[in-house]
């Protein structure tokens, strides 16, 4: 498999590289990769970097400046596999007197084409070869795939592949020998990216971390949709029912009741499934104060977000709901649209659903269209029909990865008001259905190469009121010690090069005041651990700062 660093769909790119690729004075020659000749592969830029480096044309921000680099070899190029298709991608080398041998891919956030350099940094940092894509298109209107199949499906799918193909072709030449093994790291469509790449190319990566991944993509789309309409009177898109206020109110008495069912009132709800909260218990009552209760229709509101989108002809779920705790959830204290109002609607444009420009250019070609006529049974259909099997990343099917040697980590956090966490849960269940014998056999079974990591109180990727540090491989986590125990990235390079599968995880939550400071002299609030499902952490006594005094176990009943 990937062990010696090639995919098999990449024999072509072998081939080309033993018979035509021109011969090199030495390893460290960057330049000359700009002649390397790779199929459908222009390589653009090949140079040296040495301490600075500043982005190219970035979109919604200002190009970032990166000191203090180790030096590399930046190379970059685009891949045309289709008609149509212009996949982007770069790959930084360190040099061979440091590289470990790794190749590491990172994923993307969004649908924005910007490079996450910040990733591809830490990664060179640790003397691996970092990998990124733009996804095959350029900035955010997803304008991108209007009439462009070819282009939806490089954002599916393809524009990972292609790229870590050319990658390592292009590590090869640079080192004379190959990648010995493969890494693909993300969250949010990262993640999306990661259970992809597993179904579909199941030997570009040895080893996967999965955050956050909607990979129901087409139904979580639904879902933004469906929130938006659930939180509107029709026909009115300017005044939501629920404010953000009305959120925060909820959200608070959701902690309030369930926080503690952990052993530890420590302002996060552990496992929401076990929360039996009842919203209707802050309906107002006749005298009540409005800021601190609901009105009828705020409650209906809410349920109907909890209840997730139905399809209106069977009754049968579309998406599951959101749990409790991911109403009003903030990414940090200057949040202005925490919760569920971050995505019921476009952040710039408040009075249309999130992601509306998938309905109105991918799936029914009319820039005019209209919401409020949604028909929650054939449009359903339409949807799934026209873009499901290439923007999805649904199959259960992960024999294949398993059976190349495939080591993948997903991790969701319980409060993520984006994709749902029961998605999470839904598609590791059915990945351990496929297997066969006793209930826990086909756990032992699915644990041997998929481990799902659910993390009380994180937000969307990180972030939130929980411990959320602890991959030195996502965004906005930063673990104080970089070792198996404590980073994901880590723990995922143990199970694939030693066979040292993870247990569970140490997740940080940092004191106010240290963000200037190194993570390692950061002063720490506590630490949790991180179970592996279906395990969850439990405090058995002692300090409750300390990871140390909780054990994961089976939840009862």
């Not at 680099?69 to 190029?77: A, E, I, Q, S, T």
């Not at 030195?472 to 673990?479: G, H, K, L, M, V």
């Amino acid at each position: 498999m990937t062990k010696f660093g090639f995919a098999k769909a990449s024999l072509p790119a072998v081939l080309t590289l033993m018979f035509a690729t021109p011969a090199y004075s030495a390893p460290s020659d960057c330049t000359a990769l700009k002649q390397l000749k790779l199929p459908h592969v222009e390589i653009v830029v090949a140079t040296p970097v040495d301490g600075t480096f500043v982005e190219d044309a970035v979109v919604e921000r200002e190009p970032r400046t990166y000191k203090g680099l180790k030096p590399f070899c930046r190379v970059r190029g685009f891949s045309r596999p289709v008609p149509g298709s212009k996949i982007g991608f770069e790959v930084w080398l360190p040099p061979a007197t440091v590289w470990t041998g790794r190749l590491h891919m990172i994923g993307n956030g969004a649908y924005v084409s910007n490079f996450q350099y910040r990733q591809m940094v830490q990664r060179l940092n640790d003397n691996d070869v970092a990998v990124g894509t733009d996804t095959g298109h350029s900035g955010t209107n997803l304008i991108f795939g209007w009439k462009h199949p070819e282009r939806i499906e490089d954002f599916g799918h393809r524009a990972v592949h292609e790229s870590v193909v050319a990658a390592k072709a292009i590590t090869r030449a640079y080192y004379t020998r190959p990648a010995r093994y493969s890494y693909f790291s993300g969250c949010s469509t990262g993640g999306y990216q990661g259970l992809s790449s597993a179904q579909r190319y199941p030997n570009d990566f040895d080893g996967i971390i999965a955050g956050a991944p909607g990979n129901n993509r087409t139904s979580l789309t639904l879902a933004f949709l469906w929130n938006f309409l659930a939180n509107h009177r029709p026909g009115d898109n300017a005044t939501p029912i629920l404010s953000v206020e009305n959120l925060l109110t909820i959200n608070r008495a959701v902690v309030a009741q369930c926080d503690a069912r952990d052993g530890v009132a420590d302002g996060v709800v552990f496992n929401p499934l076990q929360c039996n909260f009842k919203v209707t218990t802050l309906q107002c009552r006749p005298g009540s104060a409005p800021k601190s209760c609901l009105t009828g229709e705020q409650v209906a509101a809410a349920e109907k977000i909890y209840g997730g989108p139905k399809d209106a002809r069977t009754g049968k779920a579309i998406y599951p709901g959101y749990p409790f705790g991911t109403e009003g959830v903030m990414s940090g204290p200057d949040d202005d649209h925490p919760g569920w109002s971050g995505y019921w609607a476009e952040t710039d444009r408040q009075q249309e659903p999130s992601r509306a420009d998938i309905f109105r250019y991918w799936v029914f070609n009319d820039p005019s269209w209209n919401w409020w006529k949604f028909n929650w049974g054939s449009d359903v259909d339409t949807m799934e029909k026209r873009l499901g099997p290439i923007f999805n990343a649904n199959s259960s099917n992960l024999t294949p990865f398993s059976k190349a040697g495939g080591k993948l980590i997903m991790f969701m956090g319980w409060q993520d008001p984006v994709g749902s966490p029961l998605e999470a849960i839904n598609y590791y269940n059915a990945v351990q259905a496929r297997a066969r014998g006793s209930a826990l056999q086909k756990e032992a079974a699915t644990q041997a190469f998929l481990r799902l990591l659910m993390v009380p109180g994180m937000g969307h990727c990180a972030g939130g009121p929980g411990a959320s540090n602890f991959s030195t491989a996502t965004r906005d986590s930063e673990p104080p010690v970089s070792d198996a125990a404590h980073d994901m990235t880590r723990a995922l390079e143990a199970w694939v090069e030693r066979g040292r599968a993870p247990q569970s995880l140490i997740a940080t939550r940092y004191a106010e005041g240290g963000d200037k400071l190194p993570a390692a002299k950061r002063p720490i609030e506590y630490q949790r651990p991180l179970c592996v499902w279906p395990k969850a952490p439990v405090y058995k006594g002692g300090d409750k700062r300390q990871a140390g005094s909780f054990v994961c176990e089976r939840p009862r009943g």
